[in-house]
């Protein structure tokens, strides 16, 4: 019998685990990624000097790779666990309860709000990381104007829109996916449980509200 | 307040999940009781239904069904929805007809899981739950005089949650109301009741592993940490136990290998 690790993280518990550390790390990479963004109110040569001293530090490379290898386990693990819980709970009720005891709205469309949160990474890569290369410089340095993407993005309030409601979808993720997380990784106590609910909740609010502030600000105030 | 209620009888209206056996298709059949006290169980309420039916000569109702003392986890059905019926903490046998109003129409159907095929009726095959079970929930003993019960101190916080989680009478229902057909609230309960204690240490890893394996073989779906097994649990197992099973299947993983493959050498 192979007793070896991959049998245990081939297993319903095992792929939890792999889905709760990629998600882990993706939780922390939208708080930093959130708090970046919030440069955009400090200026446009803040901002821009931001994203240059990122994408020229040649680790951004390393960085980038295990983003990309968590987000593509996470979402293949996902997806592969989903199908297989709907085939092993094939019939659901006649009738569904009046008060649907324990499950959140959060934790009952985690497939929907991650899907539709992978599909807007996708897209937000093309639109900002792939988008249109303007150049500008700051103390003589010559960077990308990333700020000028940005700006005319949001001015469009169809983009504002979609942005909103895909945010929105990326809290609602995070709210369960973080408690969440922790439970799956065995880190439960009593005394515990309570916190890390009400940070989790607390985290995906301020994520949420972070990145939508930059749109807000962007379409309200300068537009 | 049940004495009060003696004197009345209830009208109600039943749609129950009748099914041949396992290949037949099933369907909800409707059904009407006119004289319900208000004092049967819900278990009762089905008995004088299939008085009725064997006296107009059709098939009796097939339910699963022993000590009828909220103990056994052998009364299994999903009432409106809900495994055991909408009292929270309460097995089927113990869920009294007072519980519904007069005039209600009840949905009566049978747990529902790939692991857990339909046999007739409201009769499932749980024998998955056992398989598991077998696969590692006990701890093995030498035969002899049984040990004095306070041989072993245990502290009280200890005994009283291993009390806590082997209160599971694998009814399933936690099986029924998961989304997911996942049976993880019974298994940590099974995992957490001898992890706990100084007599489950000599197998700790061996259990974990292979009690999740044989559940993962037998179909049951993983966790989504949604919580609807814990709210629908008649002995209310919490999922606290969920995540104890979680540390023992990742503490098996990575420190339990050696001790695993020398005994299965």
């Known amino acids: 019998m192979n007793q070896g690790i991959v049998r245990y993280l081939s297993s319903t518990i095992g792929r939890k685990y792999l889905m709760a550390i990629s998600g882990l790390v993706w939780t922390l990479f939208v708080l930093a990624h959130m708090l970046g963004n919030l440069l955009i109110f400090i200026g446009a040569d803040a901002y821009n000097s931001y994203s240059y001293k990122l994408v020229s530090n040649p680790f951004i490379y390393i960085a980038e790779a295990g983003l990309v290898l968590f987000i593509a386990l996470h979402a293949i693990n996902g997806i592969s666990l989903k199908m297989r819980n709907s085939r092993t709970k094939p019939t659901l009720y006649a009738v569904t309860p009046k008060s649907v005891k324990g499950a959140s709205l959060s934790s009952k469309t985690m497939i929907w709000s991650g899907s539709i949160t992978l599909v807007f990474l996708v897209l937000h890569l093309i639109t900002f990381k792939y988008g249109a290369h303007y150049e500008t410089s700051v103390d003589g340095i010559k960077m990308r104007d990333i700020y000028r993407n940005v700006v005319e993005c949001f001015a469009q309030p169809g983009y504002v829109a979609w942005y909103t409601v895909c945010l929105v979808l990326v809290g609602l993720h995070l709210y369960h996916g973080f408690a969440s997380s922790f439970q799956t990784l065995g880190i439960n106590h009593p005394k515990l449980n309570t916190v890390i609910k009400r940070f989790g909740w607390a985290y995906s609010i301020v994520v949420a509200a972070g990145f939508l502030a930059v749109p807000f600000y962007v379409f309200f105030v300068k537009g | ?130 398989r598991i079970q077998a696969a590692g929930g006990y701890v093995s003993v030498s035969t002899g005089n049984a040990p004095d019960g306070n041989a072993i101190p245990i502290a009280k916080d200890l005994a009283d949650a291993a009390m806590d989680a082997a209160a599971c009478i694998q009814c399933g229902a936690c099986v029924a109301a998961c989304r997911n057909g996942s049976a993880m609230l019974f298994v940590s309960a099974k995992v957490s009741q001898f992890a706990l204690l100084p007599q489950g240490q000599a197998e700790r890893e061996r259990r974990v592993s292979r009690m999740v394996w044989q559940m993962d073989e037998e179909d049951f779906g993983s966790c989504t940490n949604m919580g609807s097994c814990a709210a629908a649990c008649p002995k209310e197992i919490k999922v606290d136990n969920i995540a104890r099973m979680n540390r023992e299947f990742g503490r098996a993983m990575l420190f339990g290998q050696q001790r695993e493959q020398r005994s299965e050498d």
């Open chain 2, 1 to 130: 307040m049940a004495g009060n209620n003696n004197s009345r009888t209830m009208r109600i209206h039943l749609k129950v999940w009748r099914q041949k056996d396992k290949s037949s298709e099933g369907r909800l059949v409707d059904y009407t009781l006119d004289t319900v006290s208000p004092d049967m169980s819900f278990l009762e309420m089905i008995d004088v239904l299939n008085g009725q039916l064997v006296g107009r000569g059709e098939e009796p109702i097939a339910f699963a069904h022993d000590c009828r003392e909220g103990i056994c986890g052998s009364c299994a059905m999903v009432i409106d929805g809900e495994p055991h019926g909408p009292q929270t903490g309460t097995t089927t046998c113990q869920l009294h007809m007072r519980t519904f109003n007069d005039g209600d129409t009840i949905v009566v159907e049978p747990f529902r899981a790939k692991a857990f095929p339909v046999i007739k009726d409201l009769v499932t095959d749980r024998s998955a739950l056992d």
